[in-house]
């Protein structure tokens, strides 16, 4: 299974909190020739310019980019760690819903993440230039929790998003209800037309 960003530049609902399930069924996706390589946004502190230097100077087979802020979330994600604050009103200053709002109306500082946009426009323009590169833009795996955290996977292979295999307990989500329903348990509402005319 393979779960990608939305794309586009507009800042809705869909290309924000949606995403794009890709299930793939049968043929396995082979591995690359050698194993990508993995880097951490935040820990190393990386910018857009250099993912673009090292896929176009190393020219790796794939490359993996961990726990990128993603701008499109910026606004959300001030929002919820206000709201995880013990209260507002603890330092002396108390927030109202029109204040919460303010702070996600709030344009992201410059710098604040990135747009998920300029990943598929980075591979795009490598395939022109350096070959044939493909990009994976998702969530990154690490957390149980939807984050503003992202993933990048750029590729000359189809690398995809290292799709997760799933141990498929039916009994979990597909229950055969016909089991349990019989026609004893729900009374026939057809009753013989001469007892409703006496």
């Given amino acids: 299974m393979e779960i990608q960003l939305r794309r586009g530049d507009a800042r809705n609902e869909m290309s924000r909190f949606r995403f794009d399930a890709i ?7 082979a591995p690359a020739r050698e194993p990508p390589r993995r880097h951490d946004w935040r820990e190393e502190g990386l910018d857009a310019a250099w993912v673009r230097g090292q896929l176009r100077e ?5 490359l993996v980019i961990q726990r990128i802020p993603n701008a499109r979330l910026v606004g959300e994600m001030r929002l919820l760690a206000l709201l995880e604050e013990e209260t507002g009103a ?5 927030r109202t819903v029109g204040t919460l709002r303010e702070i996600l109306r709030a344009p992201a500082p410059k710098g604040e993440g990135v747009e998920p946009e300029t990943w598929w426009r ?18 990154s795996s690490e957390s149980g929790s939807l984050s503003d955290l992202g993933r990048f996977c750029c590729g000359k292979a189809d690398i995809g998003q290292n799709p997760r295999k799933f141990s ?5 989500f597909a229950s055969n209800l016909h089991k349990f329903w019989s026609r004893s348990r729900f009374p026939s509402r057809r009753t013989p037309k001469s007892d409703r005319l006496l």
Avoid: C, F, I, R
Wanted: charged share 30%; no cysteine.
């Fill in 90 to 94: 603890q330092g002396g200053e108390e």
């Fill in 122 to 139: 980075l591979a795009e323009e490598l395939s022109s230039a350096e070959g044939d590169y493909t990009a994976y833009v998702g969530w």
């Fill in 23 to 29: 299930l793939h069924v049968g043929k396995e996706v």
């Fill in 168 to 172: 498929l307990n039916s009994s979990l």
């Fill in 58 to 62: 190393e020219k790796p087979e794939a």
